[in-house]
């Protein structure tokens, strides 16, 4: 089965980091983990980082200087350093990617990995 697994959330104090990772597991054909997302209560889902496969990435103007996305190409992980948390972080963070199935592209997401900031 071809899925993408998150782990590394918890509760952390303001100031504080966590290492968030995406494992893709399975076999599939380009299979990779490129984006993190998160979605806050009462808020809809947002991109907070991606990392494209030139190595560029980007990020929500709200985690640039805090946040780096990652990629370990013999883990096949996607991670996300989290530095400086700050309250408005708290969130369910999801990664997205896919895999290529005949020349279509299947889009994945992983279940979530909960991320509380508070003191």
């Known amino acids: 089965q071809v899925q993408l697994v998150e782990s590394g959330g918890g509760l952390v104090q303001p100031g504080g980091s966590l290492r968030l990772s995406c494992a893709a597991i399975?076999?599939?054909?380009?299979?990779?983990?490129k984006y993190w997302y998160r979605q806050a209560p009462g808020k809809q889902r947002e991109m907070v980082a991606f990392?494209?496969?030139?190595?560029?990435?980007t990020y929500a103007d709200s985690v640039k200087g805090r946040f780096t996305i990652s990629r370990d190409d013999a883990k096949n992980t996607l991670d996300l350093q989290m530095n400086n948390l700050k309250f408005e972080d708290t969130a369910v963070y999801y990664c997205k990617g896919g895999y290529s199935d005949y020349g279509e592209y299947v889009e994945l997401w992983g279940q979530g990995t909960t991320v509380t900031v508070d003191s």
């Open positions: 399975g076999s599939a054909y380009h299979l990779a983990a």
């Open positions: 990392l494209s496969d030139f190595g560029t990435t």
